[in-house]
């Protein structure tokens, strides 16, 4: 069974950072993309794209989060980052790790970040 493992998210401040880890097996990390989603009830609870990395590295983002948000990949620990910066109270979501192609992910439990003064 295919793990998606989540950690970092919780409380930032405006302006601040914080840092996703998303962690799998080495088959899945090195053969698939990886990126993230976010949910928030604010939007209706429509789930947003938010950045993805192929798994050679290239890198694509939403413009909403283009420019302060950063996805990394660290294939000794076969976990993908995604580091958010300049956060603001919209960016407040559950944001969910996924790895695969469209029609066939794979989903990460979901972790919360609220971006609150």
């Known amino acids: 069974q295919v793990q998606l493992v989540e950690s970092g998210g919780g409380l930032g401040q405006p302006g601040g950072s914080l840092r996703l880890s998303c962690a799998t097996s080495?088959?899945?990390?090195?053969?698939?993309?990886m990126g993230w989603y976010r949910q928030a009830p604010a939007q209706g609870n429509q789930r947003e794209w938010v950045?993805?990395?192929?798994?050679?590295?290239?890198?694509n983002y939403a413009d909403s989060v283009k420019g302060r948000f950063t996805i990394s990949r660290d294939i000794a620990k076969s976990t993908v980052y995604l580091q958010m910066n300049s956060l603001k109270p919209e960016d407040t979501a559950i944001y969910y790790c996924?790895?695969?192609?469209?029609?066939?992910?794979?989903w990460g439990q979901g972790t919360q970040v609220t971006v609150s003064s």
């Open positions: 950045a993805g990395s192929t798994s050679g590295g290239s890198t």
């Open positions: 996924y790895a695969g192609p469209n029609g066939n992910r794979y």
């Open positions: 080495r088959t899945i990390f090195r053969t698939n993309a």
